[in-house]
């Protein structure tokens, strides 16, 4: 096992590169969400098929995600890094 980012997937499969939006996915209920749809059960196999490993699950890795949730989910702000 492994820990790959969407960077590394969009690098051989483009039209995934906005799942590398920082806004797109502001929380980790977002991404629990994003990850677990019809969808997101094609882009697995999509990917799977094109770089020949499987997926097992979303982690959502940002700080700050506390201060989103606790804005009530509108953290839409990019966060600087440092």
Known sequence: MALLSMQDIARQIPEYSIFTAGYLIRDPITSRKSTAGRSARK??????????????????????????LSRGGLGLRPISPG
Not at 46 to 68: F, K, N, T
């Open 43 to 68: 882009a697995g196999k999509r990917i799977a098929e094109a770089m020949d490993i499987q997926l097992l699950q979303a982690v959502y890795l940002a700080r700050g995600s506390e201060a989103s």
